[in-house]
């Protein structure tokens, strides 16, 4: 039966999750929230959210038992809010057991594979004339734009503001772990940042407008930025649209290792309909 665990709860230790460790990633960031909330059986599975505002994460170890399915619904169903979808994360074994029992709050359409590449050690991609550096004031502006585009192309039915953009980008310039990449005039053609949980770095919001694109300019900015993350002792690692060729060949190129993918997915409360 599922209890509420602390965050050193032994299972962390055990072996089938130190195997999953890196690609549940997240997992660690939600455990430092005030608001988490976390629960486990202590083997087959642990389910956290770190905040209402963040998607819930569900571990299971492979080939988990079965039997425990119906804690795992009812747990799923005591994170759901008021939200019309409200996101999850897990292994494909668990997103495929529930679609089987036509587990009724999960949104079918709303499927996305999320894939997982993390680097021990980098490949030199074909060298372009640029160099990494620090944003600074006078970037601003482009970064905006960077930003806002970076949002309409990934999430186009619900981008950002302009508002939000020149906020978030004024909270990137304010970071020490934001990166962009620069040609050999100065501009920008690439960004990048970075996010640490004990002794892993998640690279996050890498960016490459349309019309720099196919120069070799992402697999640089990635070579280039972890390998600083590297020599740090740091275990590099990120998230990535599984089917996205195109990123994907510029991570693989910089040295990362495709490690398999988890599924992004959405329930809402079934609502009752109105006599």
């Known amino acids: 039966m599922y209890k509420v665990i602390k965050p050193d709860n032994k299972i962390f230790e055990s072996a089938d999750f130190q195997r999953d460790k890196y690609k549940f990633n997240l997992i660690f960031k939600n455990l430092s ?41 009812e747990l799923i169903n005591m994170y759901l809010t008021d939200k019309e979808k409200d996101k999850f994360t897990s292994k494909k074994e668990l997103y495929d057991l529930l679609i089987e029992r036509d587990f009724v709050n999960v949104n079918k359409d709303d499927y996305f594979e999320m894939g997982f590449l993390i680097c021990y050690k980098t490949v030199k991609p074909k060298e372009c004339d640029v160099f990494l550096s620090k944003p600074v004031e006078e970037d601003r502006s482009i970064l905006e734009r960077y930003w806002y585009d970076d949002n309409m192309e990934m999430n186009g039915i619900d981008p950002i503001t302009i ?6 980008v004024d909270r990137f310039l304010k970071d020490d772990k934001f990166y962009v990449l620069r040609n050999s005039n100065g501009k920008i053609v690439c960004m990048v940042s970075y996010s640490i949980v004990d002794n892993q770095a998640k690279l996050n919001h890498v960016y490459t407008p349309v019309e720099e694109r196919r120069k070799g300019y992402a697999a640089n900015l990635i070579y280039l930025m972890t390998n ?48």
Do not use: H, M
């Open 163 to 168: 508002e939000q953009a020149k906020y978030d």
């Open 33 to 73: 929230s005030p608001e988490l909330e976390l629960y486990s059986d202590e083997e087959n599975y642990i389910i956290c959210r770190g905040s209402k505002n963040w998607p819930t994460w569900i571990w299971t170890k492979d080939n988990f038992d079965k039997s425990k399915i119906d804690e795992i619904e």
């Open 228 to 275: 600083d993350l590297l020599e740090r002792g740091l275990v590099p690692l990120l998230y990535t649209d599984y089917n996205y060729i195109p990123s994907n060949k510029a991570y693989i190129n910089a040295g990362y290792e495709d490690d398999g993918f988890l599924i992004n997915f959405s329930c809402s409360k079934v609502k009752k309909k109105v006599l």
